[in-house]
């Protein structure tokens, strides 16, 4: 049973992760007994029907949003669920033999906490900087920058001389090693391909890249676009959904250094050259970034950790 209560709840919690009316789940099957509010607790209840629980533990029990008590070391303002099953009619079966003849009850109860938005990525980033309102006319200080899912906007653009929006981080790197030149064009190439084989959390001072090998860096992203426009759901396996560092390039002139803000998630379109412009056209989503650290930043939107149980 206690088996049945993890999992619902953390089914149940995955489904707060949608980005105003557009969700960017699968539209979940409903069990006909589940009718709750929300739809969060009808996932969760459907996953516990279809995992072994009966009607009448849920009936017994409960399944609450928010979750009815939670521990001290639950984030400040985070999203919760509580699935608890009460079940009172447990054969004893071979306890009969020890003189007992009436049946067992059992209590589970378990609490998960949605999908909380990342402080820290450890390995995968790819490396372009996200500035934290990439929407013509949103205001600044927006909260969540005026994006909605499926917001069409350009990564890279001359930012200051010399820098398109690419990041420099090599191989390896850490907030602690500062920021780093090294790696070159080969390096930028690899991280667009593969994501970088690094550590970057929010407050990380990391350094631009300026300069590249047009063509290489063409045939990088290139390799990434492999499913054409955006889908109205994700599987977060797709190639081009990656994982970006928000971060205000302010005034940069060349080599420059630029302060992690927060991250971000986006399905990249297309990379193309016009002139001196670069358009990394993208697309924002919501969703799970692979190795992230639960603690978000100053821009708290797009990349989100699974959610956890509480204990």
Known sequence: MQKSADASALAGATYFLKQNATQTLPSPTINPACTYATQQQNV?????????????????????????????????????????????????????????????????????????????????????GMPPNPLLGCPANTAGGCLNYGSTFSMTDKYGP????????????????????????????????????????????????????????????????????????????????????????????????????GFAELWIDSLSKQGSTQTLQVQFVQYLAPDGVAGGGANNYGAYIPPYLLK
Not at 79 to 92: A, D
Not at 96 to 122: K, W
């Open 44 to 128: 969760a209840c459907s996953y516990a029907l279809n995992n072994y629980a009966q009607a009448a533990d849920l009936s017994q029990g409960g399944i609450y949003v928010p979750a009815q008590t939670v521990p001290a070391s639950t984030p400040a303002g985070a999203q919760t669920i509580q699935v608890t099953l009460t079940r009172t009619n447990i054969p004893v079966f071979f306890m009969r033999l020890l003189g007992r003849t009436t049946p067992y009850s059992a209590i589970v109860s378990s609490i998960a906490v949605a999908p909380t938005a990342v402080s820290r990525i450890h390995n995968g980033i790819f490396p372009a």
């Open 162 to 261: 010399g820098n398109w929006g690419w990041l420099n981080i090599p191989d390896g790197w850490n907030g602690a090693s500062g920021p780093s030149n090294g790696g070159g064009a080969s390096q930028l190439n690899t991280n667009i391909t593969n994501g970088c084989t690094c550590d970057v959390k929010v407050g990380d001072v990391v350094a631009t890249k300026t300069g590249e090998d047009w063509g290489q860096t063409l045939a990088a992203v290139n390799t990434l676009i492999t499913g054409g426009s955006l889908p109205s759901t994700i599987t977060g396996k797709e190639s081009q959904l990656v994982t970006v560092p928000i971060v205000n390039w302010g005034t940069v002139n060349g080599a420059s250094t630029v302060t992690v803000l």
